[in-house]
């Protein structure tokens, strides 16, 4: 696997952080090229203001320090913030400023560089922050791989910004040019909601948010399913989400603190609204932007709930879900269980009994399985 991002301009070392020992994926892609060669022939003033939106791992963040452009930097994705922190350190760059999803952005940006977002609200959320707080007539540069470019993905360009065009693609990833044209006066709500009438829910999501305009099928199966039991004291929702888990779980547990996980910063402040509206006291509930378990104290939960991602950004990977099992296991207490649902075919009860050596299905229908095991 290469880690050395090399382009005419520019040399330098990327790779995915938290390192894992087996990596097979590259931590930049052909879109990234693509924008670094395109930002190159631009040959933008010397000192220019640069807004990156949803760098994966660093390369648009690594290569705007190197030019010594004023970098600043947003990304949802935790795992993204400490993959351009580490890379720009590793390569002895600085000057790029980190923000976090949920701040403005800068008014004084000179142009907007761009990788497309997987999620549609999260990319009209990211337009319409750039048509509220950006200069008019700055530009804005996309990359993406060519398939994840529709028609109704540039209109969304043209409707929020103006006028919008697209390069050749080239090595299947393509380029978006757009030019501010369009001014927003306010921005809308940073949340919407939606209910879930059998469980009396209303659920707040912020843009980037899995499932964010319905309950997920998975969830409203698992929300059936939850543990209660008067000797619970902790419990974990890992990949927690809009936090739909976690409400649940201290509704049947009101004696146990719950835990409510997940590397999406926007997902997390959506599970700690959903909390506090949901009148769950704030002393029993804690709401972390992390990346699985790292950090917990071992034998600190009696239940960790997980419903677990199989994309990493575009990636679609189990490692994730491999990776909070294990960290499970070691946060659990002696006795204490993990409560997993996933589609079938992603065989997870073998994965549970080969880790925790014991696992039993609780609960299935045509499409999902609930799975149980026990430290
Ligand atoms: C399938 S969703 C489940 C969300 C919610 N629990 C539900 O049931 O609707 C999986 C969640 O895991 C989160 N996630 C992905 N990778 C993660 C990681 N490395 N650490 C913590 N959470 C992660 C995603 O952001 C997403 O919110």
Known sequence: MKTMLQLTGCAFSLHRYPIQKNETLQAWDAADEYLIEQLEREELPANSR??????GFGALSCWAAMQGFRATTMSDSHLSQISITANLKQNNLSGVTLLSPLEDLPSDTDIVVMKLPKNNRLLVWQLQQIAHFAKAGIRVITGAKAKDIHTSTLKLFEKHLGATHTSLAKKKARLIFCLKEKQLAAMPAATTSFDVPDFKMTLQNHANVFSSESLDIAAYLMLKHIPADPEIKHIIDLGCGNGVLSIQAARLNPQAQITAVDESNMAVASAALNLQQHGIEASRTHCLVNNCLDGFTPDSADVVLCNPPFHQLSAVTDHIAW?????????????????????????????????????????????FVIVEAYK
């Open 323 to 367: 990776q909070m099992f294990c960290d499970a296991k070691r946060v659990l207490e002696p006795k204490g269980r993990i409560v997993v649902i996933g589609n079938r075919h992603l065989g997870y009860h073998a994965k549970l009994k080969r880790l925790f050596g014991n696992a039993q299905v609780i609960a299935s229908n045509r499409k």
């Open 50 to 55: 640069i807004l990156i939106l949803n760098d």
